[in-house]
């Protein structure tokens, strides 16, 4: 090979090498740690006195109740914390999760219990907390997937509402919490009635029956429009200054309600 060709050769060499190294990576998600709760109303009837004490991001849940949230927060290049509040999913069970990264882009949370073990007791709500290492970009919006596989390979896992990790290095994002499961830990707890919770009146805060309305304690509102036979306790408001806090409740047509994404 003549001399001009092998220098040309080799510069050619050089820059795929500088482009491979160089270059942007495909993002990668690495589960570095995973931690679930107990099922919260068995906690309740074990009278455990603090629910909550796995949650990395959320260490203070004082104005959540009735909600289902997600937390997060960049610790430092590559690193996101997550957590899963409020939670829906089958009893008895113990959970595994991992993180990964989809083609899209989009951060994909797997929670499974792979021993298949599921204790007959309707519905439970969890906590589930996260530590990942990967490569997000950074100050933009993240889809995020959450699946929850009760059983793999024997039952189709749920897919939660989709939802999005924000561009701020940390911040919260809640929706009503599943009604039947808050429904059962509010008769547990004793809950029933209070800002948050089922209405009084309804399914197992009543005589086990669906209702549309029931009743709250002082100063709190009935209110059904999340969805049919759901009457949730909402708290009135003029401003968002009136709600519980301001990064998870919004006040919308005189009523806090959470805090659109």
């Keep these: 090979m003549p001399a001009d060709y092998r220098s040309r050769f080799a510069i050619a060499l050089a820059a795929l090498a500088l482009s491979t190294c160089g270059g942007d990576s495909p993002p990668t998600a690495q589960t570095k740690s995973f931690v679930s709760s107990a099922c919260k109303k068995e906690q309740v009837a074990q009278s455990t006195t603090s629910l909550s004490p796995i949650l990395q991001v959320l260490t203070d849940t004082t104005g959540l109740d009735g909600l289902s949230c997600v937390a997060w927060q960049r610790a430092g290049a590559g690193q996101l914390k997550l957590d899963l509040y409020n939670y829906e999913n089958a009893c008895g069970t113990t959970w595994s999760g991992t993180g990964s990264v989809l083609p899209d882009g989009s951060l994909q949370l797997v929670i499974a219990n792979p021993s298949c073990t599921i204790a007959n007791c309707a519905k439970c709500l969890y906590d589930w907390s996260f530590d990942l290492d990967v490569n997000l970009a950074t100050a933009v919006a993240t889809p995020l997937d959450v699946q929850v596989g009760a059983c793999p390979g024997q039952q189709a896992p749920t897919s939660y509402p989709a939802t999005t990790i924000g ?25 029933c009635g209070k800002a948050g919770w089922p209405c009084v009146g309804s399914l197992f805060c009543g005589t086990g029956s669906f209702a549309s309305t029931g009743t709250c304690d002082p100063g709190l509102v009935c209110d059904s429009s999340s969805g049919q036979n759901e009457p949730r306790c909402l708290v009135p408001c003029t401003t968002v200054a009136d709600c519980p806090r301001a990064d998870a409740w919004a006040c919308l047509s005189g009523l806090c309600r959470p805090a659109p994404s």
């Design 167 to 191: 561009p701020a290095d940390g911040g919260v994002h809640c929706t009503f919490a599943d009604y039947g499961a808050l429904n059962e830990q509010a008769a547990m707890a004793g809950t």
